[in-house]
Structures are given as structure tokens and as C-alpha cells.
């Protein structure tokens, strides 16, 4: 099993930036391809960004494409979600989530493939 704890969420104004950051505990971190998903009110959770085991493959949605980052440090087990130039639209819990067992695009981008989740952390971005 895996423990995780994301941090980093907070109020920015419209076109400003936020890091987060998502600190795994337990088994090897990078046994896991790691998401980072977000749920805004009354919507459902939507993938946001994903990486495999190693790090050197990520994959983005379409509507964070060119502005946010994700990356992964092994050896600080720690995932990352760099967000620059936030929009209002932006505004909901971010959540990291972690798998052993993802080997597909599909899966990556689909929560119910993610055993493992966090508590999530806020993130509102004003206009």
C-alpha cells in the first residue's frame, strides 16, 4: 500500500501560479504511475494529468495542455503539479492518485483505475 498527502493548494488571482505537491509514503514510490485529478462542485472528478513509473512519459488533458506540469522525484517520493496561468475554471480539489497496474493511456485518464488516492487539496483561482 501507498499513503499519500498532497499540499500546496491556496488562493491565486486569475493568470498566477501554483505548485502542489503530493508526498507518498509506504510501498516504493516508483512502483506507481501517478494522476493528479480534480473535482470541482457538482462536477465530476476529471483527469488532469498523468506520469508513468519512471517519469518519462506524461500526459496531459486537453484543457491544462501547454500550462500545467506534472513531474515525480523517486528518490523524495514525491509527485509534483507545476500550474501556471490559472483560470477561474481551474478552481476545484485537486486529488494525486497512485497504481501499480496502469499500462495504457485509457486507464491513466480514468479514476476508477487508481487504487490509491489523497485527501486532496484546494485550489481557487479568482477573477
Known amino acids: 500500500q501507498v499513503q499519500l498527502v498532497e499540499s500546496g493548494g491556496g488562493l491565486v488571482q486569475a493568470g498566477g501560479s501554483l505548485r502542489l505537491s503530493c508526498a507518498a509514503s509506504?510501498?516504493?514510490?516508483?512502483?506507481?504511475?501517478m494522476g493528479w485529478f480534480r473535482q470541482a462542485p457538482g462536477k465530476e472528478r476529471e483527469f488532469v494529468a498523468g506520469?508513468?513509473?519512471?517519469?518519462?512519459?506524461?500526459y496531459y488533458a486537453d484543457s491544462v495542455k501547454g500550462r500545467f506540469t506534472i513531474s515525480r522525484d523517486n528518490a523524495k517520493n514525491t509527485l509534483y503539479l507545476q500550474m501556471n496561468s490559472l483560470k477561474p475554471e481551474d478552481t476545484a480539489v485537486y486529488y494525486c492518485?497512485?497504481?501499480?497496474?496502469?499500462?495504457?493511456?485509457?486507464?491513466?485518464?480514468?479514476?476508477?483505475?487508481?487504487?490509491?488516492w489523497g485527501q486532496g487539496t484546494q485550489v481557487t483561482v479568482s477573477s
Open positions: 492518485a497512485a497504481d501499480s497496474a496502469i499500462t495504457n493511456d485509457f486507464q491513466r485518464r480514468v479514476a476508477t483505475f487508481y487504487d490509491y
Open positions: 509506504g510501498r516504493t514510490f516508483s512502483s506507481y504511475a
Open positions: 506520469i508513468s513509473k519512471s517519469g518519462g512519459s506524461k
